[in-house]
């Protein structure tokens, strides 16, 4: 996990978090399109699993495969739960990124 400032864009760091990620199925949406990652991650032997942007050329991908996608978003509703993560008590980035460690490991052990 990775914390960015409100305004910034998460396809900004995506690059950096995925630069270790070799021979995997990369599910993404469609705001994660852009061809520069997906001929790197391709590169790297990845099966990328996004849908192309609706303004980009359409390509095919796993529709299967993609439903699953669902999980990641389900476990960032359950994270949210908690409401010192939902309402960001904490005013260090160090201290908040903590906390969701400490929230993602409950929700995993539920």
């Keep these: 996990m990775l914390l960015t400032p409100g305004n910034t864009h998460e396809m900004k760091v995506a690059g950096e978090l ?5 021979n995997a199925y990369v599910i ?7 061809k520069a990652l997906i001929d790197s991650l391709a590169s790297r032997g990845c099966t990328v699993v996004i849908p192309a942007n609706p303004t980009h050329p359409q390509r095919d991908y796993d ?3 993609y439903k ?3 999980l990641v978003e389900a476990f960032f509703q359950k994270i949210k739960r908690f ?3 939902a309402m960001r008590f904490e005013k260090l980035a160090r201290n908040f990124l903590s906390f969701i460690f400490l929230a ?3 929700v995993w052990l539920i």
């Excluded at 995925?18 to 070799?22: A, E, I, Q, S």
């Excluded at 993404?28 to 852009?34: G, I, L, Q, T």
């Design 83 to 85: 409401r010192r993560i």
């Design 28 to 34: 993404a949406d469609s705001a994660f399109s852009a």
């Design 68 to 70: 699953d996608r669902h």
């Design 63 to 65: 529709v299967h495969l």
């Design 104 to 106: 993602s490991v409950l």
């Design 18 to 22: 995925l630069d270790d990620v070799h």
